[in-house]
């Protein structure tokens, strides 16, 4: 047994998901709470005198009270060494949340009580399906009028195609709410609204069995319709199976409320008795065990300007396995460099702490000058092997950006270069025809907000952006076997090529898609490129 094996085995490593206003960062933040690493949780939303999200680190989301990149997020709790990656719920960022999904180990999904499954988090569950990664679902809100707790199973196994297993059980819901039924224990704990920003009250269980004292708390009525869900829950619904859970075929589901902390460390006790250790990845050389192999990571998100005084890049990384060491050289596999790490830290926010140490399961962010893409490997200096790539997502919205001062080509290349390779936004140029005009495609509008606001506060370039009917983009899947120039298209076709020169097709409809194939027999054409 290695001596960092005990240390690999105590972490846990979960990405959050939902869709916008479910309540997540609430969550989160509630999380931090119990775990010590902040004092007071903040206010997510409101005036500007509020404080933010401990997670939210960049400006425009201070401003407009959205997540637009997802936070790494480490404490201690019970023993066991968290790793929380925290999500944007826009969708307009949805790809963010994609590869940051790709470096966890499990899912919580977050659901609104009064709105179950929405189209967000229909999306992103198809991605933890695709990953076979365990789904954990904290139905929140229930402090507001929710709907029928039976709907809101069946609207989870209905849309999303994942069986359910309730943990525990609501009793009531809005002013009526009394607290959960919890089934391991057969008792009830009730619910009292304590302060927002502190850990959790007093909670009173009563043991189901003694009926009078649990009338007296909660009253008839809910008494009444509490045994009677009790009865249906026990001879309807799915037994719970840890291996079905850890197979990401069966969700547990726990309900309360984060922002008046009911629920919510019972929550976090059940997850991590039934999350995994850090799981073993798969890589051209075949699986990689945590435990037994030497240090390994991939690269799964890029973020530039994260300090302003420094003006620098931080690429983050999942460490899959082994330990890593401040003072060890490692490879990095795509650029065919043994090297040192520069500046290893955890970030908490815009918070940094310089490690000298981490273990599989941790997520790091390095100094990167520039050689790193999303996707990459480390490794050992003895090993070289890589893990599967990540793949980049189709953009849905396309526009031709020009900056307004001419003399600021530079900066502005720069700018529009580095946001690229973080992934936030795919930039393309025409095909062959010497136009130095670029044009930018993003999987969400919003995004095209972000650059616009990104260029002008940290390269001080301002830009004009006129967008593109175009609304399908493919990939040239057999490149090599085709000749772009000849290949004979629809009018609304435009044919460009991205910033490592591979050719790509842009079209206004659908329909052209088949069209084009059809008139150039043995092209292959794909949705989404592998890195």
Known sequence: MNDYTEEINRRRTFAIISHPDAGKTTLTEKFLLYGGAINLAGSVKGKATARHAVSDWMEIEKER?????????????????????????????SEDTYRTLMAADSAVMVIDASKGVEAQTRKLFKVCVMRKIPIFTFINKMDRDARDTFDLLDDIE???????????????????????????????????????????????????????????????????????????????????????????????????????????????????????????????????????NEF?????????????????????????????????????????????LSQPQQIMADDRKILSEAYAGDIIGVFDPGIFSIGDTLCSPREKFQYEGIPTFAPEHFARVRQIDTMKRKQFVKGIEQIAQEGAI???????????????????????????????????????????????????????????????????????????????LLFVNAWSVGMTLDRNKGLVLTEFNKN
């Not at 984060?258 to 799981?279: D, R, S, Y």
């Open 65 to 93: 009270g959205i997540s637009v990149t997802s936070s790494v997020l480490q404490f201690e709790y019970g023993g066991y060494c968290i790793n929380i990656l925290d999500t944007p719920g826009h969708q307009d960022f």
């Open 158 to 292: 209905k849309e999303l195609g994942i069986a359910t297993c309730p943990v525990n059980w609501p009793i009531g819901s809005g002013k009526e709410f009394k607290g959960v039924y919890d089934r391991e224990k057969k008792c009830v704990i009730s619910y009292a609204d304590t302060e927002k920003g502190t850990k959790e009250g007093t909670a009173t269980e009563i043991p189901v069995a003694e009926e009078d004292r649990l009338r007296a708390q909660i009253g008839d009525d809910a008494a009444d319709k509490l045994l009677e869900e009790i009865d249906l829950l026990d001879g309807a619904g799915a037994d719970f199976d840890l291996e079905a859970v850890r197979a990401g075929d069966l969700t547990p589901v726990c309900f309360g409320s984060a922002l008046t902390n009911f629920g919510v460390e019972i929550f976090l006790k059940h997850f991590l008795q039934m999350t995994t250790t850090p799981l073993a990845r798969k890589a051209d050389i075949g699986l990689i065990e945590p435990t037994q």
């Open 296 to 340: 390994s990571a991939f690269v799964f998100k890029i973020q530039a300007n994260m300090n302003k005084a420094h003006r620098d890049r931080v690429a983050f990384m999942r460490i899959c396995s082994g330990r890593f060491d401040a003072q060890m050289e490692v490879r990095h596999v795509q650029g065919g460099k043994v090297m040192r």
């Open 426 to 504: 795919q930039i393309f140029q025409e095909f062959n025809t010497g136009l130095e005009e670029i044009i930018v495609g993003v999987v969400g509008v919003l995004q095209f907000d972000v650059l616009k606001y990104r260029l002008e506060n940290e390269y001080n370039v301002e830009i004009r952006l006129d967008s593109l009917p175009y609304e399908h983009i493919r990939w040239i899947g057999n490149k090599d076997e085709v000749d772009i120039g000849k290949l004979t298209g629809t009018s609304d076709m435009k044919k460009v090529k991205d910033m490592k020169g591979n050719p790509l």
